[in-house]
């Protein structure tokens, strides 16, 4: 039953990732890693985090938004007020940046999920941008010269939150709710005929994404020392937007793994920006022009194991028949 | 219900685009268990009538309403919870979705588990998933789909696609099925076995149906009762011999493809 094999292969990666855990935890405890291979693999669990939330809203429910930088501001902003300002534990201040991060999501996706397309992502992107100016304009804040935040984070809250995101987000995926979301993006009138309320599950599908992009925030704002309202411009939602779509629409596993090689190839260009734009660039044209639908297309890792296991035959993904 | 109630009452229902009418003043009931064809020359309307049914438009006139509930204004999504379903003219499907998974797409609304039951996994997760599966299996049984179950809704033949629709729409279970055209594009042997099918899930789910179908051998052998829509207007009704011998009918529709 297809069911009862999801829970085996759920427990699997359960225990696969506590392995993980244990040993990155072995190894920067022993210092092992210096700090900017720790400082890398930080941000790279704070992309995936990111990459993974927005798959869910762009991926699978097919809304264009390209605001996501707002929520990762509000949940940075607000987790740092919580720790720096009211002095409270760093674990209250993530769950406070995305609870914040999923109001803003309610009070966005509301009016803005009603359009469509275009429209859609100038709304989000706007929304994005209002946000920056927010905080720009707020002097409690710090303004433009941002704020200053201790560095909180630790491998246990970074690793237990970017598990968390996975797995809220796969199991709302494999669930009656993520089809719910999935059939939308297929085919919106069929879904409403279908008696999906879709309004409903673009809300949704939108509200956890900010949630988990406000999380993000507080890992970010406590990861880097000081926050401005520059580092959350359209330009960062452009970087989270490219992991989703260089991934491959539809598969998370594709936007984990974007959001890893790219955040390796930005560390290690961290000293040459532009020679970071430039080979960035040609990764993502090399990509779309061999693989236009992204690295994994709408596959997830689990399906090319699957093929692997049973060595059949290529993946039959015949052309695209639109029955207009 | 009484026999004889109206399933479907429709009162003088109609939609203007602007300065077009493209349906006006339309009267129609349709009895509980029949079979009726909507007709009608290309551009009469017939599609704008079942998007009025469902609540893709709200009506600009009239009222239809569903065994005497009021139906208009209200969200297609909602519509189709009290119990009319469809299938389109251009067929949609969730073309990257499995046929399975089409189907349980329509089972959603009778899930009861909820999104936090999904996110943690609670028992009621797996028992609500599992009763899922099995009815959706079963029931594409009745469709003869149950050998393309995780096959891609985008890669099934045309024939099969049309199917999968028509599956679709029952596992919402709908009391009034609507059909837009659901023998277009398929060969003569495939609609003599979508008639077929037509009648069998008729009798089996104790369905009201209406159907539009450009193909009169369809229409009027197996529908009960026949309506004919004209530039956006009732111009006749009544049984297949009589809408045959109907002048009106004749100049407006069939005289059309005699000459
Ligand atoms: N959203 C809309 N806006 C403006 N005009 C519309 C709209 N929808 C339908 N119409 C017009 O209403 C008229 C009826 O169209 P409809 O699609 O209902 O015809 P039909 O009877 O289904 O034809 P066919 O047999 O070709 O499917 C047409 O003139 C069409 O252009
Ligand atoms: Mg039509």
Redesign the interface.
């Known amino acids: ?4 094999k999801q ?1 085996k292969g ?1 427990w699997f990666t359960i225990v696969l990732a506590a392995i993980f855990f244990v040993v990155m935890q072995f190894l920067i405890n022993g210092e092992f890693l210096n700090p900017f291979y720790v400082n890398t693999l930080y941000t790279i669990g704070i992309n995936i985090i990111l990459a993974v939330s927005l798959h869910l809203v762009i991926g699978i429910t097919g809304q264009f938004s390209i605001g996501h930088a707002g929520f990762l501001a509000v949940g940075a902003y607000v987790s740092a007020i919580i720790t720096m300002k009211l002095g409270l534990p760093f674990p209250v201040a993530l769950l406070a940046g995305g609870v914040v991060a999923a109001i803003a999501g309610i009070i966005i996706g509301i009016p803005t999920l009603r359009l469509r397309g275009d429209y859609l992502a100038i709304a989000t992107l706007g929304f994005g941008e209002i946000m920056r100016i927010l905080f720009l304009n707020i002097e409690y804040v710090g303004g433009a010269s941002g704020m200053t935040v201790s560095h909180l984070i630790t491998w246990p809250w970074l690793f237990g939150c970017v598990l968390a995101t996975i797995i ?1 987000i796969v ?2 995926t494999n ?6 979301c ?2 939308i993006r ?2 919106e ?10 309004t409903y599950y673009k809300v ?1 599908a939108f509200v956890i994404g900010a949630f988990f992009a406000g999380v993000a925030g507080g890992l970010h704002a406590h990861n880097f020392y000081i926050i401005q309202p520059t580092n959350f411009s359209f330009l960062k939602s452009f970087d989270i937007l490219i992991l989703v779509v260089l991934g491959g629409l ?1 598969s998370m596993s594709g936007s984990v793994i974007a959001a890893v090689l790219l955040t390796i190839i930005t560390a290690f260009l961290a000293n040459y920006p532009e020679l970071r734009m430039v080979i960035y660039s040609l990764v993502l044209i090399v990509v779309m022009l061999f693989r236009p639908q992204g690295l994994m297309g ?1 596959k997830e890792i689990t399906a090319f194991l699957k093929m692997s296991k049973a060595a059949k035959g290529g993946a ?1 993904d ?1 052309s ?2 639109t ?2 | 219900m009484a026999a004889g109630t109206p399933l479907l009452k429709v009162e003088n229902a109609g939609i203007r685009f602007g300065g077009l009418k493209a349906v006006s003043g339309v009267n129609l009931e349709l009895r509980q268990g029949e079979l009726a064809g909507l007709i009608g020359p290309n551009g009469a309307g017939k599609t704008t009538f079942f998007n009025l049914l469902t609540g893709v438009y709200v009506p600009t006139e009239g009222s239809i309403s569903l065994v005497g509930e009021k139906l208009n204004g209200l969200a297609p999504y909602k519509i189709t919870k009290k119990g009319i379903s469809r299938t389109f003219q251009n067929i949609r499907l969730f073309s990257d979705m499995t046929v399975l998974d089409n189907v349980k797409v329509a089972y959603h609304s009778l899930a009861r588990h909820s999104i936090l039951s999904s996110i943690f996994r609670l028992p009621s997760h797996f028992k609500g998933e599992m009763e899922m599966e099995e009815k959706a299996i079963e029931f594409l049984k009745i469709f003869k789909l149950d050998h393309v179950l995780h096959e891609k809704a985008k890669n099934l033949p045309y024939g099969q696609q049309r199917r999968l629709e028509i599956a679709r729409a029952l596992a919402a279970k709908p009391k009034l099925l609507l059909l837009d055209e659901p023998a277009a594009g398929m060969n003569p042997q495939e609609t003599e076995d979508l008639m077929n099918l037509i009648a069998l899930i008729r009798e089996k789910f104790e369905l009201t149906i209406l159907l539009i179908e450009h193909d009169m051998n369809l229409v009027m052998g197996v529908c009960e009762r026949i309506y004919v829509l004209d530039h956006g207007q009732l111009i006749a009704e009544g049984t297949p011999e009589q809408i045959r011998n109907n002048p009106k009918v004749i100049e407006a529709y069939l005289g059309e493809e005699v000459s």
């Open positions: 039953m297809n069911v009862l829970a759920f809220v199991n709302f669930s009656t709710h993520g089809r719910a999935i059939s297929e085919n009138i069929a879904a409403d005929a279908m008696g999906i309320n879709t949704m539809g709408t039959q015949g695209r028949h029955v207009a």
